[in-house]
RNA sequence: CGGGGUGUAGCGCAGUCCGGUUAGCGCAUCUGCUUUGGGAGCAGAGGGUCGCAAGUUCGAAUCUUGCCACCCCGACCA
């Protein structure tokens, strides 16, 4: 059988572009750095959303949904805000189009120039943050706990299918609260349910922290991230979560009346994951021969694929395959017969294989004489050939144990490639050599974050939220340090 | 936006240096027969503005100029 998809080992991206394309999950569109979300990939965007959507709800929070397009103006109230994002917006200029009078088919009508110009939204605070003025004028209005889901644009100069496109699919919530503790308590509640959404259901073991001054969210006070660490050792964030303290409140003026009788301005929060959450999982977990879905996020958590000659064999194989179908449905798993005479059986594994389905079940001629079918799991690939009379409660052990087995197999790794590291030196060659997580000293200042990111194109992933930080020298400046912070190259 | 590369059938490519039959090959597609426990075999068939535009020439996929798109490596970013 011809090798489809490049190894990882080979070339690392390619392999990557490899299983996006023949996993069926997403291709470049004919506009530049856009995307076409295929329906296997959207399935699985639309488990992770579900997912998302309730554990949002549970955290009491209502979607709503506000406009695409921002007048330009609202843009320029939050100075930072605007520096951070000003660089990669999309601007619409005009409202119609009209026949080229010499004859060049359909052009911009310069005469419908619009009189505000407007922006694609690169993210809603400040369209929201406009709207909310409106909405609260008393402490009894707050708090607003609101999320949409939307698509928004970025223009970015280099884009990769799902990890980083001009438009992309994301949900970003937008908090409204009367006290800064409340609003940093969802800021954090918000970073726990994402970190909890990574690792009970992606299967993807993820650190968590705050940002330093150059990597939070443009108009933050404070940035948490969650980072999960991909198969070529490189980081990727995967969700955010900001407090960002009274400064939208003061851009666009939303003051409350407090229980004192106080005019204050509100405290806010936003926080966001995006279908770059589908690149996160195609690299912690696929391999060599696909996609490895884990049970719980897999639109197809079950194949039957029948193996037969005659015709008089598939109806009696059918007839079986669709009774353990029914009682697997029974028991809440989303079971697919296939049993397409179009396609032979070998094709069908490479395919449901590449597409990262957790479980396939075979059922033969031999089979149905012995009473047996075969279960094949995705993630290690083994095969077994077990009785039909228990295969229900076999399978829904198996999914269990896929799903914790990918999420074992991901946190090893991350063991494995991380690093505790007080040599500048060594810091560098681990870096250069193998990547991962580098938990080192840093003086707490921008210039040597910089120099750092110079030397060793690695950022600081986060600073760790503990407790008892330990305290130490600085691996470039030698300066004291207060803690550990989480060094990578990243995506 | 810098450096490199590639645009030829749905996909992957050869042909381009050195211009010259009807532009090929593999996969895929379609038809027929045989097959079916890891991408089946044989026979046949269909499918092309050679990225776009202009130029040189008796003649351009091939040479010249301009433009466009995509990929890889940087800078920037979720």
Same mark, same amino acid.
């Given at each position: 059988?011809?090798?489809?998809?490049?190894?990882?080992?080979?070339?690392?991206?390619?392999? #990557?572009?490899?299983?996006?394309?023949?996993?069926?999950?997403? /291709?470049?569109?004919?506009?530049?750095?856009?995307?076409?979300?295929?329906?296997?990939?959207?399935?699985?965007?639309?488990?992770?959303?579900?997912?998302?959507?309730?554990?949002?709800?549970?955290? !009491?929070?209502?979607?709503? #949904?506000?406009?695409?397009?921002?007048?330009?103006?609202?843009?320029?109230?939050?100075?930072?805000?605007?520096?951070?994002?000003?660089?990669?917006?999309?601007?619409?200029?005009?409202?119609?189009?009209?026949?080229?009078?010499?004859?060049? !088919?359909?052009?911009?009508? *310069?005469?419908?120039?619009?009189? %505000?110009?407007?922006?694609?939204?690169?993210?809603?605070?400040?369209?929201?943050?406009?709207?909310?003025?409106?909405?609260?004028?008393?402490?009894?209005?707050?708090?607003?706990?609101?999320?949409?889901?939307?698509?928004?644009?970025?223009?970015?100069?280099?884009?990769?299918?799902?990890?980083?496109?001009?438009?992309?699919?994301?949900? /970003?919530?937008?908090?409204?609260?009367?006290?800064?503790? %409340?609003?940093? /308590?969802?800021?954090?509640?918000?970073?726990?349910?994402?970190?909890?959404?990574?690792?009970?259901?992606?299967?993807?073991?993820? @650190?968590?922290?705050?940002?330093?001054?150059?990597?939070?969210?443009?108009?933050?006070? %404070?940035?948490?991230?969650?980072?999960?660490?991909?198969?070529? !050792?490189?980081?990727? &964030?995967?969700?955010?979560?900001?407090?960002?303290?009274?400064?939208?409140?003061?851009?666009?003026?939303?003051?409350?009346?407090?229980?004192?009788?106080?005019?204050?301005?509100?405290?806010?929060?936003?926080?966001?994951?995006?279908?770059? @959450?589908?690149?996160?999982?195609?690299?912690?977990?696929?391999?060599?021969?696909?996609?490895?879905? *884990?049970?719980?996020?897999?639109?197809?958590?079950?194949?039957?694929?029948?193996?037969?000659?005659?015709?008089?064999? @598939?109806?009696?194989?059918?007839?079986?395959?669709?009774?353990?179908?029914?009682? $697997?449905?029974?028991?809440?798993?989303?079971?697919?017969?296939?049993? +397409?005479?179009? &396609?032979? *059986?070998?094709?069908?594994?490479?395919?449901?294989?590449?597409?990262?389905?957790?479980?396939?079940?075979?059922?033969?001629?031999?089979?149905?004489?012995?009473?047996?079918?075969?279960?094949? +799991?995705?993630?290690?690939?083994?095969?077994?050939?077990?009785?039909?009379?228990?295969?229900?409660?076999?399978?829904?052990?198996?999914?269990?144990?896929?799903?914790?087995?990918? #999420?074992?197999?991901? @946190?090893?790794?991350?063991?494995?490639?991380?690093? #505790?590291?007080?040599?500048?030196?060594?810091?560098?060659?681990?870096?250069?050599?193998?990547?991962?997580?580098?938990?080192?000293?840093?003086?707490?200042?921008?210039?040597? /974050?910089?120099?750092?990111? %110079?030397?060793?194109?690695?950022?600081?992933? $986060?600073?760790?939220?503990?407790?008892?930080?330990?305290? !130490?020298?600085?691996?470039?400046?030698?300066?004291?340090?207060?803690?550990?912070?989480?060094?990578? +190259?990243?995506?």
């Amino acid at each position: 059988m011809a090798r489809e998809i490049t190894s990882r080992q080979e070339n690392y991206s390619q392999w #990557y572009n490899d299983i996006v394309n023949k996993a069926d999950l997403a /291709e470049n569109s004919p506009v530049r750095g856009c995307m076409v979300i295929k329906p296997h990939g959207y399935s699985i965007w639309e488990k992770m959303q579900a997912v998302l959507d309730k554990m949002f709800k549970d955290t !009491g929070h209502t979607n709503a #949904y506000f406009p695409l397009f921002i007048p330009k103006s609202f843009f320029s109230k939050e100075a930072s805000h605007v520096e951070g994002f000003a660089k990669e917006c999309a601007v619409v200029t005009h409202y119609r189009l009209k026949n080229d009078e010499n004859g060049k !088919g359909i052009i911009v009508d *310069p005469d419908a120039r619009l009189e %505000e110009e407007l922006i694609v939204r690169p993210t809603s605070e400040t369209i929201i943050w406009n709207t909310y003025k409106g909405w609260i004028q008393s402490y009894r209005d707050l708090p607003i706990l609101v999320n949409q889901w939307a698509n928004i644009v970025r223009w970015e100069m280099r884009t990769r299918l799902f990890l980083r496109t001009a438009e992309f699919l994301w949900q /970003e919530g937008h908090t409204a609260h009367a006290t800064k503790e %409340e609003a940093q /308590e969802e800021t954090r509640r918000m970073i726990n349910v994402y970190a909890d959404f990574a690792e009970n259901w992606m299967a993807m073991p993820v @650190l968590k922290g705050t940002k330093t001054d150059s990597e939070r969210f443009a108009g933050a006070i %404070e940035t948490y991230t969650i980072e999960a660490l991909m198969q070529d !050792g490189k980081a990727l &964030q995967s969700g955010t979560s900001h407090f960002l303290g009274q400064n939208f409140a003061q851009a666009f003026d939303v003051k409350f009346t407090d229980q004192s009788g106080k005019l204050d301005y509100v405290w806010a929060t936003s926080w966001g994951v995006s279908t770059r @959450l589908m690149g996160a999982l195609i690299m912690a977990h696929s391999d060599d021969n696909g996609l490895v879905i *884990p049970p719980r996020l897999a639109p197809t958590q079950v194949v039957i694929v029948p193996i037969y000659k005659k015709d008089a064999q @598939l109806d009696q194989i059918s007839q079986k395959a669709n009774e353990i179908k029914q009682k $697997l449905q029974d028991k809440g798993i989303s079971v697919k017969y296939d049993d +397409r005479d179009t &396609q032979k *059986p070998g094709w069908k594994f490479t395919e449901y294989e590449m597409k990262g389905v957790p479980v396939r079940l075979a059922i033969g001629p031999r089979d149905m004489e012995n009473g047996t079918l075969e279960v094949a +799991r995705r993630d290690t690939l083994e095969k077994d050939i077990i009785s039909q009379e228990g295969v229900i409660e076999h399978v829904e052990q198996l999914l269990e144990d896929i799903q914790n087995g990918i #999420y074992q197999k991901a @946190l090893k790794f991350r063991e494995d490639n991380t690093y #505790y590291v007080d040599d500048y030196e060594e810091f560098k060659t681990i870096l250069n050599e193998k990547g991962g997580f580098v938990w080192a000293h840093w003086d707490g200042t921008g210039e040597t /974050e910089q120099k750092i990111k %110079e030397d060793t194109r690695a950022t600081i992933r $986060l600073v760790p939220v503990e407790d008892n930080p330990e305290p !130490g020298k600085c691996i470039y400046s030698g300066k004291p340090s207060n803690q550990r912070v989480v060094f990578a +190259r990243a995506y």
